[in-house]
């Protein structure tokens, strides 16, 4: 889902931005709000960071014949709400930009939007849509997962087909060879990040519990002895 | 949750490799499982032969090795993270029993 170096024009550039900033603030915001009022999540906080960092340096083979990787923003929504994870979605693609040449600086705005902040407002949705269906816990978080990964891939195309239409066919012609791309490349990985989601959160049930408890996540049903 | 997770794990496994057993590239010279990011700049360069990049990065690895260790550097530093958080919880737990 980088949009690379310099491959978008300069006012999608500045547009993708500027809308990006707002939602940034607003994470920063609430970052500093955690920190401050539960320094005691710092952990929790790093872990999920540590997510994002991970799933998002796998580069996995897709049914396509092409590699992507997934992006981790979910796990950490379906703990801290969305606008932590904006942050941490940043810092990740800032990492990329900077040391990697993935993504970059002009696109950062583009990028960050894509996978931190549609990535976690879908993880935000579907996890709360599965509470009050009362879905199984961890089939929320799984579809959160899944769900905010492809809808980042999702919004990379569209943001690629508004700047680069289709000479014939305009932006919906434009739009299915993007999503061809990432979209049908994505759907494996997404499945993979959601199942990796669910993973992380049943060792952190299992041993956190309580800190989990405290942040409205349910206990794990079966007695889950830490003892081996 | 050991069982279940042992069986997550194996999805994801079987899930990575499948594609890498049953796709095959039809033309030997051509490569296969490359980058979608790069594969969209191909496609903008169709859709637009004209564009061209107006910024360029400040810095780029050098070599594919050298991008290697900093994906991997990516990749160990997240899981230092996760590792930390779960290793300090579970000592914590054990240590209260």
Redesign the interface.
Known sequence: ???????L??THAIGWTAATVPFLGYGIKKLGAQLRKHPENR??L??S???????????????T????HPTGIGFGTTLFGPGIMFVSGFV?LL????????G???TLGANTFSMAIVGGLVAWGVYRAGATLRLPF?LSVFLAAMLSDLATYVT?SLQ?ALA????AGGFAA?AV??LS??AL??I?LA??EG??S???M???????AQ?LAALSIPA?Q?S?K??P | MKRQNILLLLACVAITVAPLLFIKSGDEKKEIFTGADGQAEGVISKISPDYKPWFEPFWEPPSGEIEGLLFGLQAAIGAGLIGYCIGFYRGRGAAKE
């Open positions: 889902m980088h949009i690379m170096e310099g491959y024009p300069v952990l929790l790093g872990a960071t540590g997510f994002v960092f991970v799933l998002s340096s796998l580069k996995i083979p897709s049914v014949g092409s590699c992507s990740v990492f990329q930009a900077l040391l990697l040449a993935h970059g600086l002009t961890a990379t690629l680069f239409p289709d000479p434009s060879k993007f791309i990432f490349t994505q494996p499945i993979i199942l990796l669910v993973f992380v049943n060792l952190l049930r299992a041993h956190a800190q794990a079966s889950t830490t003892n």
